[in-house]
């Protein structure tokens, strides 16, 4: 699924929502370039995939915004792209992480969900979550990962 960017705006900062796959043939480049504001606010809790090529464009955009004086803010990252961060410690470029996604099974109904976290909030339960209420039937998620790998990337970025 080809990566889809829709803007709008809170205020007059610029809130960029990305839904679909970051790869070779994406071009984030020109959407996301907005002149003269100071912070971007970014969703990307619909990407589902990014590869090598599609990592290197997102570290070098967002590099060179930074530079440019730009504050990002990344909102409700997807699982995707925590499994980037953790790879490459510049991949969200420091502490303007706003909030992710992690992983979670149901033991009773075996699917699969997804619940929104802040790295402060993970940070004072020690890097642990606890079990959450499954959102199709009503039983017990468990945390899908290993807690130590997953949030590797928030000791990294504190």
Known sequence: MALKITQA???KVPFFTLVGEIN???NILEPL??????????NCKGVRRINSIGVKTWVQLFSNLRNKGVELKFVE???????????FPNFLMGRELVSFYGPFLCSDCD????YLFTPSEISLKGYRV?????AFCGGKAEFDDVPE?????LNRNA
């Open 9 to 11: 705006f809170d205020g």
């Open 24 to 26: 070779e043939e994406t």
């Open 33 to 42: 370039v907005v002149s003269g504001v100071p912070e971007i606010r970014i």
């Open 77 to 87: 990252c997807s699982p995707a792209l925590v499994q980037q961060a953790n790879l």
């Open 111 to 114: 699917k699969e969900s997804e």
């Open 130 to 134: 606890t079990d959450q209420k499954c």
């Open 149 to 153: 790998d997953y949030f590797h990337f």
